[in-house]
């Protein structure tokens, strides 16, 4: 199963940036957002049921990144609202058959190649 993250850039601090992560293949439990930024371990953003329930956040982007999926074509959003500098990572979508509600990467088995989301001050 592939997947196929997009709409990373270069944006001013305070702005927004959706990406997209296209899921298509077999049905999956569950599906999230993580990031490495430079020089730190890739860490858990966010993460939903396939179905769009259990939503749940990192603290550091809760209130301002909303995880959402278009039913109809099988894609993951991630709206990344109010950027910061330290927002700045490689963002990649990551998606699991027989999730059980874990945040971390080992609870994942596909994951997308990744996009670069740079916040400039």
């Known amino acids: 199963v592939q997947l196929q993250a997009s709409g990373g850039g270069l944006v001013q601090a305070g702005g927004s940036l959706r990406l997209s992560c296209d899921a298509s293949g077999r049905p999956f439990g569950g599906v999230g957002w993580f990031r490495r930024a430079p020089g730190k371990q890739r860490e858990f953003v966010a993460v939903m049921t396939w179905r769009g329930s259990g939503k749940r956040y990192a603290d550091s982007v809760k209130g301002r990144f909303t995880i959402s999926r278009d039913n109809l074509n099988n894609t993951v959003y991630l709206q990344m609202n109010n950027l910061k500098p330290e927002d700045t990572a490689v963002y990649y979508c990551?998606?699991?058959?027989?999730?059980?509600?874990?945040?971390?990467?080992?609870?994942?088995?596909?994951w997308g190649q990744g996009t670069q989301v740079t916040v400039s001050s």
């Open positions: 990551a998606a699991s058959v027989s999730w059980y509600g874990g945040i971390k990467e080992v609870d994942f088995g596909s």
